[in-house]
Each structure stands twice: as structure tokens, then as C-alpha cells.
């Protein structure tokens, strides 16, 4: 199993920015699929959670301007970032679990990751 974050870089605030995760060696449909986001110092924080029934949840911090889905005939996880804060500035990364349903799982509890991605909103 592999995913391959991209889509990441630099963005003015209030700007906007869409993170994709492809797959390959499973199918998207039967895993929970989350982001997390890590910035220098901090702990790695979940950002948003879409399971294997379409249901999806999000951070307090990120409610009403981080959108995720996925595309299940391109096997990719999105994720469409809008009115960027500079305290979004992170490395994004993507991850997935073999359980159909993932909303409170530890990030150390999933099974598959990405490299990351970073994203920096500056003016």
C-alpha cells in the first residue's frame, strides 16, 4: 500500500488550496481515509476523517472552510482547503486505516501513511 500526498505550497491568507492522495495496492472504499497536520513544535493533529460509508468529520478549527472526499474510480483522497490562516501552516499528511469507520482512532493506530505535504499561508 502506498499514498502519495501533492497539491501543497505557498498561499496567501485567505487563499485556497486542494491536497490530493493517490493510491495504489488497495481500494479506497473499504478504509477510513484521514488527513493530519503537523507544524514545527506541535503534535500531529487530526484535520478531517471520511470512512468507508462517505461520513465525514472535521476539527473544530477547520469546520465550514476544509472540505474532504474522495474519488473512488481515481482511488484519491482529497482534501480543499479554503480561507487559509497562517496557523494552518503545516506539513499535511494523508492516512489510511483498514477499519471502515476511524473518527476517534489514534494517529498512531493507522495503518498506512503519506510523506506529507507542506502547506505555508504567508503574505
Known amino acids: 500500500v502506498q499514498l502519495v500526498e501533492s497539491g501543497g505550497g505557498l498561499v496567501q491568507p485567505g487563499g485556497s488550496l486542494r491536497l490530493s492522495c493517490a493510491a495504489s495496492g488497495y481500494t479506497y472504499d473499504s478504509y477510513c481515509m484521514s488527513w493530519f497536520r503537523q507544524a514545527p513544535g506541535k503534535e500531529r493533529e487530526g484535520v478531517a476523517v471520511i470512512d468507508a460509508d462517505y461520513i465525514t468529520s472535521y476539527a473544530d478549527s477547520v469546520k465550514g472552510r476544509f472540505t474532504i472526499s474522495k474519488d473512488k474510480a481515481k482511488n484519491t483522497l482529497y482534501l480543499q482547503m479554503n480561507s487559509l490562516k497562517p496557523e494552518d501552516t503545516a506539513m499535511y499528511y494523508c492516512?489510511?486505516?483498514?477499519?471502515?469507520?476511524?473518527?476517534?482512532?489514534?494517529?498512531?493506530?493507522?495503518?498506512?501513511w503519506g510523506q506529507g505535504t507542506q502547506v505555508t499561508v504567508s503574505s
Open positions: 492516512a489510511a486505516d483498514r477499519r471502515r469507520y476511524c473518527h476517534t482512532l489514534p494517529h498512531d493506530l493507522y495503518n498506512y
